[in-house]
């Protein structure tokens, strides 16, 4: 079964860091790319920023909003990823989720975590 564990969300000021973890488990971790995908009160889920799986040398692809001020990487023997953001802007409030690029076939791609809660603000 698989499941994802947001954790380090918080209340920051503007120009402040964070640091988000994403436990998976249910299936094998180094296998798949993994993403963090935000959503923000009233607007789409996106994608924060992707990181391909162990044996695609771990390149990661990030959004146009976030580029330059995060940085995401993983450790395949916790099963973990990771996403640190600096210089936090107000627009970068959301709830931040972390899930495995499964194909669209796969069922296992419709389980999401909690998330965890980022709110940027003064």
């Known amino acids: 079964q698989v499941q994802y564990v947001e954790s380090g969300g918080g209340l920051v000021q503007p120009g402040g860091s964070l640091r988000l973890s994403c436990v998976a488990s249910?299936?094998?971790?180094?296998?798949?790319?993994m993403t963090w995908y935000r959503q923000a009160p009233g607007k789409e889920r996106e994608i924060v920023a992707v990181i391909s799986r162990a044996r695609a040398n771990e390149s990661v692809v990030y959004g146009d909003s976030v580029k330059g001020r995060f940085i995401m990487s993983r450790d395949n023997e916790a099963s973990t990823v990771y996403l640190q953001m600096n210089s936090l802007k107000p627009e970068d409030t959301a709830t931040y989720y972390c899930?495995?690029?499964?194909?669209?076939?796969?069922?296992?791609?419709?389980?999401w975590g909690q998330g965890t809660q980022v709110t940027v603000s003064t």
């Open positions: 899930r495995a690029a499964f194909p669209k076939t796969d069922e296992r791609g419709n389980t």
């Open positions: 249910g299936f094998t971790f180094s296998n798949y790319a």
